[in-house]
């Protein structure tokens, strides 16, 4: 045979698109060539693959050797063509049966000696792999990875003998992966460890039990970092699918897998734009798909540039970072809540404090003004979070713990679910209407709410949302006078210039 067939897959974005690898060899000085828009990590294959034939006891064709990766139009880059282009080499010089290639797809970077490490994205490789009906083959851990993908046959291999023996003889089969990755638990920061901050906790269990965006504020060392990194357990479980998206994005990042456990970033306040929301000349994931199904906590907030955090508001809406280079065009998903925590004056206490009086209003003003209103009008709740009194502090409290207020929060999670199939915060149109009804009364209030506090139509949404949440948390089948009033006391940011509240 001088003609050999193999399949892989390549990297764009979220998706792994086939790639068909062709080895011809033919007469003429010995040469080695790679076509079809490779890369230099692809090129590179060749010395690897060389060296790992000639190390596993094979001989390398004396011959000019010509692989072919099709599309031509589509770009290659890394070492997971590695195992298909050896195998289409020793199919093509007849060393290995070319037929036995037939229904597998190879995926893995090949060392010297012939043994097969583990690459990115090996979890929509097998997603993709298993829509065209094939055989899965590729290192361990990325077998492992493969496996969490129901009814996909993964084989796992630690090197290029292992694959080639199995392709001569039938009987000597590859491992399967077990799946004991799937039940690894997932421990979170309990919140019975925050003391007081009653208001604070409160808002942190309307913004879980409504997948609502939250700000809060407040004097240094009042505890806004460590509410924020309780809000993941308190979260309900990932579903099926959601850990699946989870997992495809860690593969993707080349990131190590925790598998059902809700994503925690919080990327410093001198993070660039293409780090939070992903960029490259070959686009890789920010930290916006990084806390897919998760959180997205941004400390000192008013400390990011303006124009960073002005990239958040598109991917706060609709869930997704599209990235447009002039070669490729990449979609990632970025449905995660926003956690926010800053200071109210520069020197980070509250406005009508006596340590902020040498800070004139303009001055407090023009550091409020870094976020833009179109950016504070997504984030529905904007919470004060002050300093504890001291006996509090030293009090033996004994706080409600994370599973106490998680069971809550499935509780009204259940009911979103019921109703209207998707949690309050991603209400919209009609759907606002018909979910948020409000009665005369709570119309009235909400009118005069909206006249002294100037609320934009999509700050006025957001209230409603807020609300429906706070009476799914208190069991009431529609909006009443409570819960709205609940919403309302949950939008304190006229505190943040000591304009009262």
């Not at 230099?40 to 060749?46: D, I, N, S, T, Y």
């Not at 063509?81 to 797809?105: C, M, P, R, T």
């Not at 269990?205 to 993941?232: M, Q, V």
């Not at 357990?233 to 990042?253: K, M, R, W, Y």
């Amino acid at each position: 045979m001088t003609v050999a067939i193999t399949y892989s897959r390549a990297h764009l974005g979220m998706v792994a698109p086939e790639v068909t690898i062709e080895a011809h060899l033919s007469g003429g000085l010995p040469a080695f060539s790679i076509v079809g828009l490779a890369e230099a990590a692809v090129r590179e294959a060749k010395d690897r693959v060389r060296s790992a034939i000639l190390n596993s006891q094979f001989d390398f064709p004396n011959a000019r050797i010509t692989v072919n990766m099709a599309p031509a139009d589509l770009p290659k880059q890394g070492g997971q063509f590695d195992l298909a282009i050896a195998l289409g080499i020793l199919a093509a010089s007849e060393q290995i049966d070319g037929k036995a290639l037939d229904g597998y797809e190879w995926l893995g970077e090949l060392s010297l000696g012939g043994y097969l490490r583990r690459g990115p994205g090996a979890l929509p490789a097998a997603l993709a792999c298993q829509r065209a009906g094939r055989v899965l083959v590729c290192n361990p851990e990325n077998a492992q990875e493969a496996s969490l993908v129901e009814n996909q046959v993964v084989f796992a291999a630690d090197h290029l003998l292992q694959v080639t023996r199995m392709l001569r003889d039938p009987s000597a089969a590859l491992p399967r992966p077990d799946r004991l990755l799937a039940a690894a638990p997932s421990h979170y920061p309990d919140l019975v460890d925050v003391k007081g901050q009653h208001a604070a906790r409160r808002a942190l269990e309307i913004a879980a039990a409504g997948r609502h965006n939250l700000l809060y504020f407040g004097p240094p060392g009042t505890g806004k970092t460590l509410l924020a990194s309780r809000l993941p357990g308190i979260l309900p479980p990932l579903t099926d699918a959601e850990a699946l998206e989870v997992a495809a994005v860690q593969s993707v990042a080349g990131q190590a897998m925790q598998w059902r456990k809700r994503p925690y970033r919080a990327p410093h306040h001198s993070a660039s734009a293409a780090a939070l929301i992903g960029g490259g000349s070959v686009p890789r994931p920010g930290e916006v798909t990084l806390a897919h199904r998760g959180v997205l906590f941004l400390d000192e907030l008013a400390e990011f540039p303006r124009a960073v955090l002005d990239v958040l508001r598109e991917p706060m809406e609709s869930h997704s970072v599209n990235i447009a280079r002039a070669a490729r065009h990449c979609q990632f998903p970025a449905n995660f809540q926003l956690v926010a925590a800053m200071n109210p004056t520069p020197g980070g206490y509250a406005a009508n404090d006596p340590r902020s009086a040498r800070y004139s209003r303009e001055q407090i003003q023009k550091y409020i003004a870094r976020l833009s209103g179109p950016f504070l009008d997504r984030i529905d709740l904007h919470i004060e979070v002050p300093t504890l009194a001291k006996e509090v502090l030293l009090a033996h409290q004994h706080p409600e713990s994370s599973a106490t207020v998680r069971a809550r929060v499935g509780q009204a999670w259940d009911r979103q679910m019921a109703r209207q199939g998707c949690a309050n915060g991603e209400l919209a149109g009609q759907e606002l209407d018909r979910f948020c009804a409000l009665g005369q009364a709570e119309q009235q209030l909400l009118e005069k709410a909206i006249d002294r506090l100037g609320l934009s139509a999509r700050a006025y949404h957001r209230l409603l949302r807020v609300a429906r949440t706070v009476a799914d948390l208190n069991g009431q089948p529609s909006i009443d006078r409570q819960a709205l009033i609940e919403a309302l006391n949950c939008r304190q940011l006229e505190k943040l210039t000591g304009a009262g509240g």
